[in-house]
């Protein structure tokens, strides 16, 4: 049962990783979850303090990545058009591969303040560097998190 769980901890750790980049997978959480698995299988690295910390920070970085794509496209004049383009540019962006996942909420965003506003290309392609800027800040964060959560997952189970 012990290499069960520690399989699934790993896996869990791995999964968030992924999920820092990729939007349809909760990133942070997944690794969280990891990290309570692995110190529920008996390891010496992974503290119920550690947990505490691991599990604040993953609902900061969870409610950071919900509010960074608006903060970031009202910062460069975005409207709710925008933002709505660049939450859809995302997932159509995940059909494209990685260069998909980068560029989709950008076009996505110039599409949208287009459609809103037809006449300002200038302001669209600012706020779609807005919502660009997003997403790699946002993901960035996620990656750094669920990094950390994976090293100390790896080195709890073994």
């Given at each position: 049962?012990?290499?069960?769980?520690?399989?699934?901890?790993?896996?869990?750790?791995?999964?968030?990783?992924?999920?820092?980049?990729?939007?349809?997978?909760?990133?942070?959480?997944?690794?969280?979850?990891?990290?309570?698995?692995?110190?529920?299988?008996?390891?010496?690295?992974?503290?119920?303090?550690?947990?505490?910390?691991?599990?604040?920070?993953?609902?900061?970085?969870?409610?950071?990545?919900?509010?960074l794509p608006g903060y970031f496209s009202k910062v460069f004049g975005g409207t709710k058009a925008g933002i709505t383009g660049a939450t859809i540019g995302?997932?159509?962006?995940?059909?494209?591969?990685?260069?998909?996942?980068?560029?989709?909420?950008?076009?996505?965003?110039?599409?949208?303040?287009?459609?809103?506003?037809?006449?300002?290309?200038?302001?669209?392609?600012?706020?779609?560097?807005?919502?660009?800027?997003?997403?790699?800040?946002?993901?960035?964060?996620?990656?750094?998190?669920?990094?950390?959560?994976?090293?100390?997952?790896?080195?709890?189970?073994?």
């Amino acid at each position: 049962m012990e290499i069960l769980i520690a399989i699934c901890a790993i896996l869990c750790g791995i999964i968030g990783v992924l999920g820092a980049v990729l939007p349809v997978l909760p990133g942070p959480a997944l690794s969280f979850i990891g990290m309570v698995l692995a110190y529920f299988n008996g390891g010496d690295t992974i503290t119920e303090r550690m947990l505490w910390i691991w599990g604040v920070i993953t609902i900061v970085i969870s409610i950071l990545d919900y509010i960074l794509p608006g903060y970031f496209s009202k910062v460069f004049g975005g409207t709710k058009a925008g933002i709505t383009g660049a939450t859809i540019g995302v997932f159509a962006g995940l059909f494209l591969g990685p260069l998909g996942i980068i560029i989709g909420p950008f076009a996505g965003a110039v599409i949208g303040e287009l459609l809103h506003e037809k006449q300002n290309l200038e302001k669209a392609i600012a706020v779609g560097f807005g919502s660009l800027i997003s997403f790699l800040v946002g993901s960035g964060l996620k990656l750094i998190v669920t990094g950390f959560m994976l090293y100390y997952i790896i080195a709890d189970v073994f």
